[in-house]
């Protein structure tokens, strides 16, 4: 069965730094999300990205943050210089059809630890 | 905006007794509505959804969930557990006009043996 795949499974890094989490969507999905957990919290939506656009985003997902997909396979989170409440476990997601009545299939997620 | 009570946080039960974890939904019209599993170290699979119809819907594993809008409730079902079905469920909620899936809180089940 097709899954979404995300590397690394485990990323430190220093505060301030430049972080890029990477995902391989489903091959036939057309779009793609990025979701994060802070420890203890819920999971909350980031963005939303169709036809190499924006579709939605939310508050979190400030100047600091961008998402790309720079080929036909991956997609990108890249968070420019990297704070202490960034750190969270990272989920990217796709799906076959947009707008959240249809299945976001989810990747098993990057820790990112920021010190 | 919409958002999703879990009001259990964690739940211990017995291996082969049935399990009901709960969900409840603040959003205006008809929802799409969902059920997720992560087990340690791995991603959100989807358990089952609910998007309009019959309001038992069937998952995998064995779950099972029914929507009852006039308590604003998704709950989901299992007769029987087994030890793999220790895990944290999310419910999340998604509407018709927009991308984002809103999540619960988790309810984190423990399975004794």
């Known amino acids: 069965e097709p899954e979404v795949t995300q590397t690394p499974s485990h990323q430190v890094t220093q505060m301030g730094q430049e972080v890029i989490l990477r995902c391989v969507p489903i091959s036939n999905h057309l779009y793609f999300y990025w979701y994060r957990q802070i420890l203890g919290q819920k999971v909350e939506f980031l963005v939303s990205f169709y036809n190499n656009e924006i579709s939605e985003k939310s508050e979190i997902f400030d100047d600091q943050f961008s998402v790309e997909r720079p080929d036909g396979s991956n997609f990108t989170l890249k968070i420019r210089s990297t704070k202490l409440e960034d750190s969270a476990m990272y989920f990217c997601?796709?799906?076959?059809?947009?707008?959240?009545?249809?299945?976001?299939?989810f990747g098993p997620g990057t820790r990112l630890t920021v010190l | 905006a919409q958002s999703v009570t879990q009001p259990d946080i964690h739940i211990t039960v017995s291996e082969g007794a049935s399990l009901e974890l709960r969900c409840n939904y603040s959003y205006g019209a008809t929802p799409y509505l969902f059920w997720y599993v992560q087990s340690p170290g791995q991603g959100l699979q989807l358990l089952l959804k609910?998007?309009?119809?019959?309001?038992l819907v069937q998952g995998i594993k064995g779950f099972e969930a029914e929507f009852k809008r006039s308590q604003s409730s998704f709950n989901l079902r299992k007769p029987s557990v087994h030890w793999s079905d220790a895990a944290e469920y999310f419910c999340a909620v998604g509407r018709s006009n927009d991308y984002k899936l809103s999540f619960g809180a988790g309810t984190t089940v423990t399975v004794r043996a």
């Open positions: 997601a796709s799906s076959e059809q947009g707008l959240s009545g249809d299945t976001q299939y």
């Open positions: 609910y998007f309009s119809g019959d309001t």
